[in-house]
């Protein structure tokens, strides 16, 4: 499969469907970006059972505020609409390659139970002690 471009209408729906979605945030006057493309691209011909995205930060600012994207590239891996990596650098084609495995083989079960422990965790330090919340 080919990369396809998201936009402010299209991310969310785009990370939130089904299987592993990468996202490569990136600008056309950005040299590791442009260095990193050709290994994006080859990467979604090898893996036509995923989503490939490509955002451009230059065109689509709000939303790449809005992901807090702070240097270029920047590659992001979702599972499930769950984020489970987020990196930024040009990376080589077998260490996006080892991403990818390490994507496809995560217990996502484990993701969601970790998640949780953390959500309730954070719950719980944010009431006053002594207090119920009921």
Partial sequence: MATIDVTEDTFESTVTGEGIVL??????WC???????????????????????????EAHQALAAALEIQSI????????????????GALPPE???????????????????????ANDASSSEAQPEGKDNA
Avoid: N
């Fill in 23 to 28: 996202v490569d945030a990136w600008a056309s």
């Fill in 31 to 57: 040299g590791p970006c442009r260095a990193f493309a050709p290994t994006f691209e080859k990467a979604s011909e090898e893996h036509p059972e995923m989503t490939f995205a490509k955002l451009d930060t």
């Fill in 73 to 88: 590239p920047t590659l992001m891996v979702f599972r499930e609409g769950i984020m489970i990596y987020r990196g930024s």
């Fill in 95 to 117: 260490a996006l390659e080892d991403l990818i495995t390490q994507a496809s083989e995560l217990d996502m079960d484990e993701v969601r139970r970790q998640i949780a422990e």
